[in-house]
T-cell receptor, first 116, second 117 residues
């Protein structure tokens, strides 16, 4: 069964500190992995997208890693800001029939709270 | 580029009425749009896949007669919740996939909060 699990479920850190969020998946055949940030009451916004051959990708203070062998990914946030408070969702895309349609499998998210 | 809008952002309606939610890709064409539902503290759940000019494909357990989807153009898809009930109260999010160029990525709208009284 295709699944995406994230940890921790929630996290509280102080402003300026770093943190790392984890994502484990059992999705096959794997197409790509994305990290999204979802502010409360808003739609998800893409942070990074990585294919099978990519090990790391950065977007400003966000750095995602991917280990396709162990099927694990992490999202590292550097020098956190109050505006980083949000839910971070790991989404894995599976290759559909004929390689054309990619179905997204969503993790349940990590709720991050950055406190002053 | 790749902006997706939704209208309305929030709606409150009485039980038994129908509500229409619009999803637009503002600066790109989207052959395929997706409709998701998200309950509090839960992840997004795919309801249906909407293809321009053809019938939508619904996920298992989603009533197609209750959630009517129309994708009449490459930039607009609508979701109509018919005879809404309080259990339909949720956060509805659409996404759109570009028809050409770039990675095969979905761009999400800001969501519509539906409250059925």
């Amino acid at each position: 069964k295709n699944q995406v699990e994230q940890s921790p479920q929630s996290l509280i850190i102080l402003e300026g500190k770093n943190c790392t969020l984890q994502c484990n998946y059992t999705v096959s055949p794997f197409s790509n992995l994305r990290w999204y940030k979802q502010d409360t009451g808003r739609g998800p916004v893409s942070l990074t997208i990585m294919t099978f051959s990519e090990n790391t990708k950065s977007n400003g203070r966000y750095t995602a890693t991917l280990d396709a062998d162990t099927k694990q990914s992490s999202l590292h946030i550097t020098a956190s800001q109050l505006s980083d408070s949000a839910s971070y969702i790991c989404v894995v895309s599976a290759i559909g029939r004929g390689g054309a349609t990619n179905k997204l499998i969503f993790g349940t998210g990590t709720l991050l709270a950055v406190q002053p | 580029g790749a902006v997706v809008s939704q209208h309305p952002s929030r709606v409150i309606c009485k039980s038994g009425t129908s509500v229409k939610i619009e999803c637009r890709s503002l600066d790109f064409q989207a052959t395929t749009m997706f409709w998701y539902r998200q309950f509090p503290k839960q992840s997004l759940m795919l309801m249906a896949t909407s293809n321009e000019g053809s019938k939508a494909t619904y996920e298992q357990g989603v009533e197609k007669d209750k959630f009517l989807i129309n994708h009449a153009s490459l930039t607009l898809s609508t979701l109509t919740v018919t005879s809404a009930h309080p259990e339909d109260s949720s956060f509805y999010i659409c996404s759109a996939r570009k028809t050409s160029g770039g990675p095969n990525e979905q761009f999400f709208g800001p969501g519509t909060r539906l409250t059925v009284l």
